[in-house]
């Protein structure tokens, strides 16, 4: 092999792995060859079991993610390719429950209505200066869940439900500013708290996400089913004496997988994962119904994707129907 066959298979090699860093982003922001799951870990944390009251829930949730390693399929940093990957994705949840039950449980549906925007910048460090870049902005694909049901037991809350992706972001096969996937997803969710303490001020978290996905539009290909699980364990300390107060603090995590293998052109890439430890803080307002939080998430492993950090804030409010009852002086 003469010194040019050499430095082409290099070419190609780190285009190839950029091509890694462009299928492996996260689902909030799917760019031109994109092959991942739909769900961005990071969104459910402490209380994650919990339904709010009867009523209208508001949501917003503000997500961003930066990297600036790229991993290969064994988990070491890929050598020789410097850049960063980024993305915003805000979040409007909107949720009914009813006052009535259904199975003993509070009929809970709700959608989710995403804009996203981000970017990929990557030097392979091979002269003359050669990189591979994308990015985009826009509204993104949407997400319904007309299924989800959840229970207030004494000493647990737990809910479970079934949803799905609808491709409404901007997606053009070959692009690199696409928003949205272009593919359907259905989800298989559950989620639980359970209270270590009679005053329910300790509890654990659990939530898991099973996805499973459609072929992309005008593609042969079908991004392989994810699986990602999230925890948190918190601590609830009272601002007020009266309780009108309160703030919450905690240990959070997510763990993601592929586990099944991507069909089409992408059948041959690697399976990816992360794990990521954080923390989290609640600032909480119970007679209102008002909650504000904030995590920081920082992935300590991750295979064929990046690994990176994650903040997600916002804030959440419940206009209660029926409205409670004034308490008596």
């Known amino acids: 092999m003469d010194n040019q066959e050499k430095t082409d298979k290099t070419i190609q090699t780190k285009l190839t792995l950029v091509i890694f860093a462009l299928v492996a982003l996260c689902a909030a922001l799917p760019l031109s060859a994109q092959q991942k799951g739909q769900y961005v870990p990071g969104q459910w944390g402490l209380n994650a079991g919990v339904v709010p009251d009867p009523g209208i829930t508001y949501e917003e949730i503000t997500i961003n993610y930066s990297a600036t390693q790229l991993n290969n ?10 850049g960063t990957y980024s993305f915003w994705v805000v979040e409007n949840v909107l949720m009914y429950v009813p006052r009535y039950k259904i199975l003993g449980g509070y009929f809970a549906p709700y959608v989710v209505l995403s804009a996203a925007n981000g970017s990929l910048v990557a030097d392979l460090g091979i002269p003359p200066k050669l990189s591979g870049n994308g990015g985009g902005e826009g509204f993104a694909d949407t997400y319904f869940q007309p299924l989800n049901f959840g229970w207030h037991l004494k000493r647990a809350d737990f809910n479970a439900g ?3 992706f609808a491709p409404t972001g ?26 270590l303490t ?4 300790t509890q654990g978290s659990l939530s898991t996400i ?10 042969n290909i079908m991004p392989g089913q994810t699986f990602t699980l999230e925890y948190g364990i918190g601590q609830v300390l009272p601002l007020k004496k009266d309780l009108s107060r309160l703030l919450q603090v ?21 399976f990816y994962s992360v794990q ?14 008002l909650t504000f939080f904030f995590k920081y998430y920082s992935e300590y492993a991750a295979l064929a994707r990046p690994q990176g950090r994650t903040f997600v804030f916002g804030g959440n409010h419940t206009f209660r129907i029926p409205k409670p009852e004034p308490k008596k002086q």
């Open 73 to 82: 399929a064994n988990g070491g940093v890929v050598p020789g390719i410097t």
């Open 250 to 270: 905690g240990v959070v995590g997510y763990d993601q997988w592929q586990v099944t293998r991507n069909q089409g052109a992408t059948s041959g890439f690697p």
């Open 276 to 289: 990521a430890v954080g923390v989290q803080t609640n600032f909480i307002m119970p007679a209102k119904s």
């Open 162 to 164: 079934f949803g799905f």
């Open 198 to 201: 009679k005053n329910k001020a």
């Open 210 to 219: 099973w996805e499973s996905h459609q072929q992309k539009s005008s593609t």
């Open 170 to 195: 901007r997606y053009t096969p070959g692009a690199s500013n696409n928003v949205g996937s272009g593919y359907y997803g259905t989800d298989l969710t559950s989620n639980t708290t359970v209270y």
